[in-house]
């Protein structure tokens, strides 16, 4: 077993020792003490409630009666890595990984978990996070609420998980999705297209990287059952999303005044969704938008000796999704021969500075004082998926291949 799948198996066994769940850096709501109070119902103190757990480098968790509970969108992660390992072996007859049909027998677990996991009461098949969301005092969002986000990453690991096994309730279940896409979200319109809101709710309607997953389920959606219609939905979204690509080829998070930072995993997020939908639709229209979107990620976002960089202009705090979606984001765009150099020397730092000796990668890393609590989601759910995507570069398995 070579190195790096050294460090893939401590990451695994450690997660499955967990049954895949955990805490999360936003579910300081769920406490039972919390709960128990009557500031439960005021939005300041529920943000200070979330923001005193997701900030504190020292896990308060098991004293305010926090619950390690399975999120969906980390499930699906899990699910859409260990996809990505099952076809690892398969071509390369490789036994790094463990045992095939052990694989398999993780991913029918899996699918079937993220099915019962399910947000109800909606038109198609979405999912949402297994706590009470509040962003600064501008919405809240109430446990099991479906996004579009943890939707797209749920639904495609549910269409990877159908192309291995054939078991057509992982794709009824997922195409069903595309209903919860066009029904259930509202639409900010544009002078070109529209943009998909984050959830059914109001209060995060225009965030570029939420619209653009949209589009990539859509894509999906469209893929597997050449609904046109899927297809045309899909692409205004795109439509209104490249429209706001600067010049230099960034985007800022979202529209309103306090969004506008830009930052490295979700630029990350809208170039696989764009690279996604030109593979599903055969539309290859927005070429130039992903190139120089790239060539801005990877330019300003990684320093020559594998540092990740959070944002645009400042390094700190290094989250765990900056090097982890680099991964993903090269696999997909086929970039790996040409940034092998740089590829590596991130992972190498990755693991040095952010995977703790039990196997688990810590969530922040600050120039004070960092953060090392384990979240089961946000790092390790992330940083499976992206290093099963790394192996893929790797072993150029999916050079001039389609995604599904």
Known sequence: MNYNAKIFSKLEKYCESHDFSGWDPYDGLNSKVFQSTPFK?????????????????????????????????????????????????????TSDFGKQEIVLEKINYLANLLISLQSTGYSGACWGYNFDWQARRLFLFPKNTPTVVATTFCATALFDAYNITKNDLYLKTALSSANFVLNDLNRTYKEKGFIFSYSPLDGNNTVYNASLLGSKLLSYCYHYSKNEEYKLFAKESIEACVSAQSADGSWVYGELPVQNWIDSYHTGYNLDALICYQE??????????????????????????????????????????????????INRLNKYNDYKALVDKVLNWTIINMQSPKGYFYYQIKKGISSKIPYMRWSNAFMFNALSHYFLSTLKLNKNESMV
Request: with cysteine; hydrophobic share 35%; aromatic share 16%.
């Open 280 to 329: 599903l639709t055969g539309d290859m229209s927005y070429n130039g938008n992903i190139e120089k979107g790239f060539e801005y990620y990877i330019k300003t976002f990684f320093l020559g000796d594998g540092t990740p960089r959070h944002f645009h202009n400042k390094t700190y705090p290094i989250d765990i999704h900056c090097p982890g979606q680099l991964f993903v984001t």
């Open 41 to 93: 119902d005021w939005d300041l103190a529920r943000l200070i409630f979330i923001q005193l757990f997701k900030r504190n480098p020292i896990n308060l968790r098991k004293f305010a009666l926090i619950p390690k509970e399975h999120n969906a969108k980390g499930i699906g992660l899990f699910l859409a890595g260990y996809c990505n390992i099952y076809k690892l072996q398969e071509k390369l007859n």
